[in-house]
Protein backbone atom coordinates (compact mmCIF):
# COMPACT_ATOMS: atom_id res chain seq x y z
CA UNK A 1 0.00 0.00 0.00
CA UNK A 2 2.42 2.42 0.83
CA UNK A 3 4.68 1.40 -2.01
CA UNK A 4 1.86 2.16 -4.66
CA UNK A 5 1.53 5.38 -2.44
CA UNK A 6 5.11 6.61 -2.88
CA UNK A 7 4.76 5.24 -7.04
CA UNK A 8 2.11 7.43 -7.38
CA UNK A 9 3.67 10.44 -5.81
CA UNK A 10 6.46 10.09 -7.16
CA UNK A 11 4.53 10.11 -10.99
CA UNK A 12 2.58 12.93 -9.79
CA UNK A 13 5.76 14.78 -9.07
CA UNK A 14 7.27 14.06 -12.34
CA UNK A 15 3.93 14.98 -14.04
CA UNK A 16 4.28 18.33 -12.35
CA UNK A 17 7.96 19.02 -13.50
CA UNK A 18 7.54 18.07 -16.86
CA UNK A 19 4.67 20.24 -16.81
CA UNK A 20 6.75 23.15 -15.72
CA UNK A 21 9.07 22.34 -18.24
CA UNK A 22 7.40 22.66 -21.04
CA UNK A 23 5.78 25.99 -19.48
CA UNK A 24 8.99 26.77 -19.22
CA UNK A 25 9.80 26.29 -22.56
CA UNK A 26 6.63 27.71 -24.26
CA UNK A 27 7.48 31.00 -22.17
CA UNK A 28 10.88 30.98 -23.68
CA UNK A 29 9.63 30.10 -27.21
CA UNK A 30 6.79 32.99 -26.67
CA UNK A 31 10.16 35.49 -25.86
CA UNK A 32 11.96 34.20 -29.18
CA UNK A 33 8.39 34.53 -31.19
CA UNK A 34 8.54 38.02 -29.79
CA UNK A 35 12.12 39.34 -30.36
CA UNK A 36 12.28 37.79 -34.26
CA UNK A 37 8.31 39.28 -35.37
CA UNK A 38 7.56 42.16 -33.07
CA UNK A 39 10.84 43.76 -31.54
CA UNK A 40 11.34 45.30 -35.15
CA UNK A 41 8.82 47.93 -34.04
CA UNK A 42 8.07 46.88 -30.94
CA UNK A 43 11.74 46.73 -29.84
CA UNK A 44 13.55 43.72 -27.74
CA UNK A 45 11.87 44.79 -24.34
CA UNK A 46 8.70 45.85 -25.89
CA UNK A 47 8.80 49.29 -24.56
CA UNK A 48 7.79 50.64 -28.72
CA UNK A 49 11.39 51.50 -29.44
CA UNK A 50 12.55 48.47 -32.06
CA UNK A 51 15.23 49.95 -34.47
CA UNK A 52 12.33 50.96 -36.94
CA UNK A 53 11.29 53.67 -34.87
CA UNK A 54 13.24 56.56 -35.98
CA UNK A 55 11.70 59.91 -36.04
CA UNK A 56 10.18 59.66 -39.38
CA UNK A 57 8.28 56.41 -38.50
CA UNK A 58 4.29 57.92 -39.11
CA UNK A 59 3.49 55.87 -35.44
CA UNK A 60 4.34 55.40 -32.44
CA UNK A 61 4.24 51.43 -31.65
CA UNK A 62 2.41 50.16 -28.13
CA UNK A 63 4.72 50.33 -25.49
CA UNK A 64 3.90 47.17 -23.75
CA UNK A 65 5.20 47.87 -20.17
CA UNK A 66 2.53 50.63 -20.20
CA UNK A 67 -0.14 48.34 -17.74
CA UNK A 68 -2.48 51.41 -17.80
CA UNK A 69 -2.95 51.21 -21.88
CA UNK A 70 -2.37 47.80 -21.99
CA UNK A 71 -5.36 47.22 -19.39
CA UNK A 72 -7.52 48.85 -22.16
CA UNK A 73 -7.14 45.65 -24.18
CA UNK A 74 -8.55 42.31 -23.92
CA UNK A 75 -6.48 39.19 -24.70
CA UNK A 76 -8.93 38.85 -27.55
CA UNK A 77 -8.21 42.34 -28.38
CA UNK A 78 -4.45 41.94 -28.99
CA UNK A 79 -5.11 38.48 -30.83
CA UNK A 80 -7.43 39.97 -33.40
CA UNK A 81 -4.75 42.65 -34.01
CA UNK A 82 -1.73 40.65 -34.26
CA UNK A 83 -3.87 38.23 -36.72
CA UNK A 84 -5.46 40.81 -38.94
CA UNK A 85 -3.52 43.93 -38.13
CA UNK A 86 -3.86 47.32 -36.74
CA UNK A 87 -6.69 48.43 -39.14
CA UNK A 88 -8.93 45.43 -37.35
CA UNK A 89 -8.77 47.67 -34.42
CA UNK A 90 -9.01 51.02 -36.26
CA UNK A 91 -5.41 51.60 -35.72
CA UNK A 92 -2.54 51.89 -38.14
CA UNK A 93 -1.46 49.50 -41.15
CA UNK A 94 1.79 49.94 -39.92
CA UNK A 95 0.88 46.95 -37.47
CA UNK A 96 0.77 43.81 -40.28
CA UNK A 97 -1.45 41.54 -40.11
CA UNK A 98 0.13 38.16 -38.66
CA UNK A 99 -2.69 35.70 -39.37
CA UNK A 100 -0.52 33.94 -42.58
CA UNK A 101 2.85 33.68 -40.73
CA UNK A 102 2.01 32.99 -37.22
CA UNK A 103 0.76 29.49 -35.84
CA UNK A 104 -2.28 29.48 -33.30
CA UNK A 105 0.21 28.40 -30.13
CA UNK A 106 2.61 31.13 -31.52
CA UNK A 107 -0.26 33.46 -31.43
CA UNK A 108 -1.36 32.51 -27.65
CA UNK A 109 1.93 32.63 -26.41
CA UNK A 110 2.36 36.32 -27.76
CA UNK A 111 -0.48 36.93 -25.87
CA UNK A 112 0.67 35.89 -22.95
CA UNK A 113 4.63 37.06 -23.46
CA UNK A 114 2.59 40.60 -23.81
CA UNK A 115 0.65 40.58 -20.57
CA UNK A 116 4.17 39.73 -18.72
CA UNK A 117 5.47 42.60 -19.87
CA UNK A 118 2.75 44.75 -18.82
CA UNK A 119 2.54 42.56 -15.75
CA UNK A 120 -1.44 43.06 -16.44
CA UNK A 121 -4.57 41.25 -17.21
CA UNK A 122 -6.01 43.36 -19.10
CA UNK A 123 -9.94 44.00 -19.65
CA UNK A 124 -11.55 40.60 -19.07
CA UNK A 125 -14.75 39.33 -20.70
CA UNK B 1 41.95 39.19 -102.72
CA UNK B 2 44.32 36.76 -100.45
CA UNK B 3 45.60 39.67 -98.73
CA UNK B 4 42.72 41.57 -98.00
CA UNK B 5 41.30 37.52 -96.23
CA UNK B 6 44.31 37.39 -94.59
CA UNK B 7 44.40 41.08 -93.51
CA UNK B 8 40.86 40.44 -91.85
CA UNK B 9 41.86 37.49 -90.32
CA UNK B 10 44.47 39.09 -88.34
CA UNK B 11 42.57 41.82 -87.02
CA UNK B 12 39.49 39.32 -85.92
CA UNK B 13 42.68 37.00 -84.09
CA UNK B 14 44.07 40.16 -82.25
CA UNK B 15 40.54 41.41 -81.31
CA UNK B 16 40.34 37.83 -80.23
CA UNK B 17 42.87 37.68 -77.94
CA UNK B 18 42.34 41.77 -76.55
CA UNK B 19 39.17 40.51 -75.24
CA UNK B 20 38.81 39.46 -71.65
CA UNK B 21 38.70 35.64 -71.04
CA UNK B 22 34.98 34.45 -70.76
CA UNK B 23 33.86 34.44 -67.24
CA UNK B 24 33.07 30.84 -66.00
CA UNK B 25 30.87 29.72 -63.22
CA UNK B 26 33.08 26.87 -62.41
CA UNK B 27 35.85 29.03 -61.91
CA UNK B 28 33.08 31.07 -60.23
CA UNK B 29 32.57 28.06 -58.05
CA UNK B 30 35.97 27.48 -56.88
CA UNK B 31 36.87 31.13 -55.69
CA UNK B 32 32.88 31.06 -54.14
CA UNK B 33 34.82 28.00 -51.84
CA UNK B 34 37.97 28.90 -51.42
CA UNK B 35 37.59 32.41 -50.36
CA UNK B 36 34.98 31.26 -47.66
CA UNK B 37 31.64 32.44 -48.82
CA UNK B 38 29.97 29.38 -47.75
CA UNK B 39 30.88 30.38 -44.67
CA UNK B 40 27.86 32.66 -44.44
CA UNK B 41 25.93 31.59 -47.75
CA UNK B 42 24.45 28.41 -48.63
CA UNK B 43 24.19 28.03 -52.36
CA UNK B 44 22.36 24.34 -52.14
CA UNK B 45 18.79 24.31 -51.95
CA UNK B 46 16.14 24.08 -51.25
CA UNK B 47 15.64 26.51 -48.27
CA UNK B 48 17.05 24.36 -45.00
CA UNK B 49 15.54 27.06 -42.44
CA UNK B 50 12.52 24.98 -40.28
CA UNK B 51 13.07 27.27 -36.89
CA UNK B 52 13.47 30.45 -35.66
CA UNK B 53 17.03 29.55 -34.18
CA UNK B 54 17.71 27.59 -37.47
CA UNK B 55 17.35 31.39 -39.12
CA UNK B 56 19.07 33.09 -36.55
CA UNK B 57 22.02 30.72 -37.01
CA UNK B 58 22.39 32.10 -40.66
CA UNK B 59 25.28 34.60 -41.00
CA UNK B 60 24.37 35.68 -44.13
CA UNK B 61 21.43 35.42 -47.08
CA UNK B 62 20.99 32.12 -48.94
CA UNK B 63 21.73 31.97 -52.37
CA UNK B 64 20.52 29.04 -53.67
CA UNK B 65 18.29 30.75 -55.93
CA UNK B 66 20.70 34.30 -56.47
CA UNK B 67 20.47 33.94 -60.49
CA UNK B 68 16.70 34.31 -60.14
CA UNK B 69 16.63 37.23 -57.45
CA UNK B 70 19.71 39.26 -58.96
CA UNK B 71 20.69 41.35 -61.69
CA UNK B 72 23.74 40.54 -62.95
CA UNK B 73 24.80 44.00 -64.17
CA UNK B 74 24.22 44.61 -60.60
CA UNK B 75 25.38 41.71 -58.86
CA UNK B 76 28.81 41.98 -60.80
CA UNK B 77 29.02 45.70 -59.97
CA UNK B 78 28.28 44.71 -56.24
CA UNK B 79 30.98 42.24 -55.82
CA UNK B 80 33.38 44.36 -56.79
CA UNK B 81 31.86 47.03 -54.52
CA UNK B 82 30.27 45.38 -52.40
CA UNK B 83 27.56 48.42 -50.55
CA UNK B 84 25.46 47.84 -47.35
CA UNK B 85 21.99 46.48 -48.67
CA UNK B 86 20.60 46.08 -45.06
CA UNK B 87 21.02 49.31 -42.88
CA UNK B 88 20.75 46.43 -39.35
CA UNK B 89 23.46 44.18 -39.18
CA UNK B 90 22.05 40.67 -40.26
CA UNK B 91 19.95 39.08 -38.23
CA UNK B 92 20.50 42.04 -35.87
CA UNK B 93 17.89 44.60 -34.24
CA UNK B 94 20.46 46.35 -32.36
CA UNK B 95 23.70 46.78 -34.60
CA UNK B 96 24.27 48.50 -37.41
CA UNK B 97 25.28 46.96 -40.58
CA UNK B 98 29.54 47.28 -40.48
CA UNK B 99 29.43 47.04 -44.19
CA UNK B 100 32.23 45.20 -44.04
CA UNK B 101 31.55 42.27 -46.71
CA UNK B 102 34.93 41.29 -48.27
CA UNK B 103 35.26 42.61 -52.17
CA UNK B 104 36.26 40.44 -55.23
CA UNK B 105 39.22 41.57 -57.98
CA UNK B 106 37.54 42.22 -61.63
CA UNK B 107 38.33 38.28 -62.86
CA UNK B 108 37.00 36.75 -59.64
CA UNK B 109 34.26 38.88 -58.97
CA UNK B 110 33.28 37.43 -62.91
CA UNK B 111 33.55 34.19 -62.42
CA UNK B 112 31.29 34.72 -59.28
CA UNK B 113 28.90 36.41 -60.41
CA UNK B 114 28.74 33.69 -63.27
CA UNK B 115 28.17 31.31 -60.43
CA UNK B 116 25.90 33.30 -58.73
CA UNK B 117 23.50 33.61 -61.79
CA UNK B 118 23.42 30.28 -62.98
CA UNK B 119 21.72 29.43 -59.37
CA UNK B 120 18.13 29.70 -60.43
CA UNK B 121 14.75 28.85 -58.91
CA UNK B 122 12.11 26.74 -61.32
CA UNK B 123 9.54 28.79 -58.53
CA UNK B 124 10.53 32.25 -60.61
CA UNK B 125 8.65 32.49 -63.51
CA UNK B 126 9.92 34.84 -66.58
CA UNK B 127 8.84 37.86 -68.08
CA UNK B 128 5.33 38.12 -65.40
CA UNK B 129 6.41 41.66 -63.90
CA UNK B 130 7.41 44.49 -65.83
CA UNK B 131 8.24 47.33 -63.71
CA UNK B 132 5.58 49.87 -63.82
CA UNK B 133 4.75 53.21 -61.44
CA UNK B 134 0.98 51.48 -60.87
CA UNK B 135 -1.22 53.42 -58.95
CA UNK B 136 -2.51 50.01 -57.09
CA UNK B 137 1.16 49.18 -55.99
CA UNK B 138 2.18 52.22 -54.75
CA UNK B 139 -1.17 52.56 -52.59
CA UNK B 140 -0.79 49.36 -50.93
CA UNK B 141 3.00 49.79 -50.37
CA UNK B 142 3.13 53.41 -48.85
CA UNK B 143 -0.72 53.26 -47.63
CA UNK B 144 -2.73 50.01 -46.89
CA UNK B 145 0.09 47.25 -45.90
CA UNK B 146 3.05 47.78 -43.53
CA UNK B 147 6.47 47.77 -46.33
CA UNK B 148 7.25 51.13 -45.95
CA UNK B 149 8.07 49.82 -41.72
CA UNK B 150 10.53 47.76 -42.39
CA UNK B 151 11.87 48.73 -46.09
CA UNK B 152 13.87 51.85 -46.69
CA UNK B 153 12.44 53.08 -49.99
CA UNK B 154 13.07 56.10 -52.58
CA UNK B 155 11.44 58.97 -51.62
CA UNK B 156 10.06 62.28 -53.51
CA UNK B 157 10.92 65.16 -51.71
CA UNK B 158 14.07 66.76 -49.85
CA UNK B 159 15.23 62.87 -48.43
CA UNK B 160 16.83 60.51 -50.15
CA UNK B 161 14.61 58.18 -48.70
CA UNK B 162 12.02 56.99 -46.42
CA UNK B 163 10.74 53.66 -44.38
CA UNK B 164 12.45 51.77 -41.54
CA UNK B 165 15.45 49.30 -40.94
CA UNK B 166 14.86 46.25 -39.99
CA UNK B 167 14.53 44.60 -43.63
CA UNK B 168 16.63 45.30 -46.37
CA UNK B 169 16.24 47.99 -48.41
CA UNK B 170 14.31 48.68 -51.31
CA UNK B 171 16.13 51.81 -52.50
CA UNK B 172 17.93 50.99 -55.88
CA UNK B 173 15.70 47.85 -56.02
CA UNK B 174 14.58 48.49 -59.36
CA UNK B 175 18.20 47.89 -60.91
CA UNK B 176 19.02 44.62 -58.10
CA UNK B 177 16.30 42.33 -57.83
CA UNK B 178 14.89 40.56 -60.56
CA UNK B 179 10.48 42.14 -60.98
CA UNK B 180 9.67 38.13 -61.43
CA UNK B 181 11.50 37.51 -58.01
CA UNK B 182 10.11 39.92 -56.42
CA UNK B 183 6.07 38.80 -57.28
CA UNK B 184 7.25 34.69 -56.77
CA UNK B 185 8.39 35.97 -53.46
CA UNK B 186 5.35 37.65 -52.45
CA UNK B 187 3.59 34.78 -53.50
CA UNK B 188 5.09 31.69 -52.08
CA UNK B 189 7.37 33.54 -49.63
CA UNK B 190 8.28 30.02 -47.75
CA UNK B 191 9.77 28.79 -50.53
CA UNK B 192 12.64 30.98 -50.31
CA UNK B 193 12.29 32.06 -46.69
CA UNK B 194 10.61 30.03 -44.48
CA UNK B 195 11.30 31.48 -41.47
CA UNK B 196 12.00 35.16 -41.68
CA UNK B 197 10.57 38.35 -40.15
CA UNK B 198 8.53 40.17 -42.86
CA UNK B 199 4.58 39.18 -42.67
CA UNK B 200 3.02 36.77 -45.43
CA UNK B 201 1.13 38.40 -47.44
CA UNK B 202 0.06 35.81 -49.79
CA UNK B 203 -3.39 35.12 -48.83
CA UNK B 204 -4.07 38.70 -47.11
CA UNK B 205 -3.48 40.63 -50.90
CA UNK B 206 -4.89 39.44 -53.66
CA UNK B 207 -2.63 37.71 -56.33
CA UNK B 208 -3.39 40.54 -58.76
CA UNK B 209 -2.18 42.64 -56.06
CA UNK B 210 0.95 41.54 -55.54
CA UNK B 211 1.67 41.61 -58.68
CA UNK B 212 0.82 45.49 -58.57
CA UNK B 213 2.98 46.00 -55.54
CA UNK B 214 6.17 43.64 -57.55
CA UNK B 215 5.88 46.17 -60.47
CA UNK B 216 5.87 49.26 -58.39
CA UNK B 217 8.86 48.11 -56.19
CA UNK B 218 10.71 47.28 -59.15
CA UNK B 219 10.69 51.16 -60.42
CA UNK B 220 12.69 52.05 -57.32
CA UNK B 221 15.99 54.09 -58.75
Known amino acids: MMKSANAILAGLTLLGLASWVQ ?9 TTFKFYCAQCHGLGGKGDGPNVTKNFPVSPRNFTNAKEMNK ?7 NVVLDGGPAASKSPMMPPWGKTLTGPQVDGLVKHLRKLCKCKGKQG | MRMALKALLGVAA ?22 GCGDCHYTDGPAKEKTIADQLTKKGPELWYAGSKFQKKWLGAWLED ?15 NPGDHPKLAGGDAKNVNEFLMSL ?4 VKAGVIKPKKAAKGRLI ?11 QYPAKKRAKYKG ?7 V ?5 LNPDWIYAYLKTPKIFKPVKSMPVFAGILKDKDMKNVAQFVATFK
Do not use: Q, Y
Open chain 2, 172 to 176: GAGKR
Open chain 2, 141 to 151: FTKKMPCTGCH
Open chain 1, 23 to 31: AGALAADAE
Open chain 2, 164 to 170: GNSGPTL
Open chain 2, 82 to 96: PKPIRPMKFNSLTEK
Open chain 1, 73 to 79: LSDADIK
Open chain 2, 120 to 123: VSKD
Open chain 2, 14 to 35: LALSASPALADPAAGKKTFTAK
